[in-house]
């Protein structure tokens, strides 16, 4: 069954710090994966998506993120940090055969000090 | 630019009560979904719709329905509203082109049930 583990709940990072969200997944195939950030009362926002290619990918924001097959992980990174930046943020996986079905992870929220 | 627009932010109702949640998409998709966010919990799917007047049970519909009469309109039912059914509730469309499978979200509707 496909699943997504975000392993932390809460992260505060320091402005300009850089950071590294976790993400892992569970599925039998290559799946496509997003990150959506969510900023408090909103909905979800894509940041960026890997369905193939090049495992390094660019989102908006001066966020990447890398795919690892072999570490079933896709981690979300952005080198220097935003106090705008502090938000919800979930990876998700998504369906590539049958269905359209999206498995979003529990989420990591990011606090950022100044 | 892509909307997807939530009939209400806010919404306060009573233990019993019967609730409509509407969810417009001028997108022109075919999928539309509904989740509930809850904190830890991230999103749950509580139902779907591939196409008009289909529907598919999510992860959660206990005590939920749905109904899809026209494509860009997507409508969640409490029958019966209780209070573990205070939550925010997500709806997102996205399109059958496997090459888009990005899911846009609506603002969330905040229901608390009394």
């Known amino acids: 069954a496909q699943s997504v583990t975000q392993p932390d709940i809460h992260i505060t990072v320091s402005e300009g710090a850089s950071l590294e969200l976790r993400c892992n997944y569970s599925?039998?195939?290559?799946?496509?994966l997003f990150w959506y950030v969510q900023s408090p009362g909103q909905g979800l926002q894509l940041l960026l998506k890997?369905?193939?290619?090049?495992?390094l990918v660019q989102g908006i924001k001066g966020f990447e993120a890398e795919f690892k097959r072999s570490q079933s992980s896709f981690n979300l990174r952005k080198p220097s940090v935003h106090w705008s930046d502090a938000a919800e943020y979930f990876c998700?996986?998504?369906?590539?055969?049958?269905?359209?079905?999206?498995?979003f992870g529990a989420g990591t929220r990011l606090f950022v000090k100044a | 630019d892509v909307k997807v627009t939530q009939s209400s932010r806010y919404l306060v109702k009573r233990t019993g009560e019967k609730v409509f949640l509407e969810c417009v998409q001028d997108?022109?998709?075919?999928?539309m979904f509904w989740y509930r966010q809850d904190p830890g919990l991230g999103l749950r799917l509580i139902y779907f719709?591939?196409?008009?007047?289909?529907?598919e049970k999510g992860d959660i519909p206990e005590g939920y329905s749905v109904s899809r009469e026209k494509k860009e309109r997507f409508s969640l039912i409490l029958e019966s509203a209780s209070t573990n059914q205070t939550s925010m509730y997500l709806c997102?469309?996205?399109?059958?082109?496997?090459?888009?499978?990005?899911?846009?979200f609506g603002p969330g509707t905040r229901l608390t049930v009394t």
């Open positions: 890997y369905f193939s290619g090049d495992t």
């Open positions: 997108m022109d998709h075919e999928n």
């Open positions: 719709s591939y196409d008009v007047k289909m529907k």
């Open positions: 599925y039998g195939a290559t799946p496509y």
């Open positions: 997102a469309s996205s399109s059958h082109d496997r090459a888009d499978p990005e899911q846009y």
């Open positions: 998700a996986v998504g369906a590539t055969a049958g269905g359209f079905k999206t498995i």
